[in-house]
């Protein structure tokens, strides 16, 4: 219970310097503009009413976008009033508390032209409410995005500098074979009984060599370069051509661009596998 007023509290408090704004240019509004006949009241008291206004649009906003907001979040966590919605709860409102207040407390006649003036009036925090989190939302996906970008940047950067013309030359345990290969063109290293298979991309097509030699020896002369990561005791892929990490309730496998196959995951390698992913 203390958490959730804690939070309701902490939306008020980020929200204050808005609906302030918003409840105070009302106010201006009406002062300034004098949509409604406010003859019977000195100016003092004039103020004092039209405050009133100003402070009937700030309860409403409080009440629609924290309080009612909150109590019906009680169906699920993710459950949110539609913008829609609580525009149009507010606008409603607080046109009867407008209408109430100027013709019980001002004694102002309500016709079909004041009535009209309420409406538009009433309709502008709804606006601007909406046009805040419109603008709010935009700023999210922009700095997502701008994120994103850095992360796309850094792993360009880390491309270049390590795999861009470098090729690197796999040699069999005897001295027998050589395999030279640019390491941007090297997709996935498995362990075959006593030799490892290395698939790699050529101009047309996808190819496979057998070389005498462990893994492990692999490994260890592909340290250099970062973007190759062990997935499985049998495999070492290129990160660069994770299309997929797939998953069910038995097992985790990979999937590679250009490679039919399921790639295995073992367990101590899957968070690693996931920070690379994300």
Known sequence: MDNKLNQIIKLFKDNLTLYLSISIGVFLFVLFFQPFILDRFDFNNRLLFIAGLGAIVFLFMV???ITFNRLIQKHGPDYVLPAYLSGFIMLILNSLAFTFYLRYVGNVEITFYVM????VICLSPSVILRLYDLFKGLKVVNDTLQKEKGIIQTQLKEYKEDYLNKTIEFVSENKNEQLKLQVSDIIIIQSA????EIIFKEPDSITKKLIRNSLKNIEFQLK???N???CHRTCIVNKHY???LNRNYQKQWLTLKGISEKIPISRQYLSKLQEIIV
């Open 63 to 65: 009440l629609v976008r």
């Open 116 to 119: 009209f003036k309420i409406i």
């Open 228 to 230: 190759f990561i062990r």
């Open 224 to 226: 250099p370069f970062s």
């Open 242 to 244: 994770i299309e997929k």
């Open 193 to 196: 009984d006593n030799y490892v």
